[in-house]
């Protein structure tokens, strides 16, 4: 399990995954029915990044996200 904690983690994640399945940002976006234009800015971390568009990516790629609290047990 990888552990993401802030909105550049999550691009990273997002871009190794894709290039792992041998997608270019083009074919992801078409595929997760997001713009090439928010994909490049998801992978760069831009803040500004709209959450359910970013799901919908990370579904897409077949990621899930694991939510825990400050003092949950891991």
Known sequence: MT???NHIA?????R?????QKLTQEQLAALAGVGVRFLRELEKGKDS???GL???VMQTLGLSV???GRGDEK
């Open 66 to 68: 694991d939510v825990s």
């Open 3 to 5: 552990s993401v904690q």
């Open 54 to 56: 970013a799901f919908s």
């Open 16 to 20: 190794i995954e894709r290039k792992r």
């Open 10 to 14: 999550l691009g990273n994640l997002v």
């Open 49 to 51: 990044c709209r959450i």
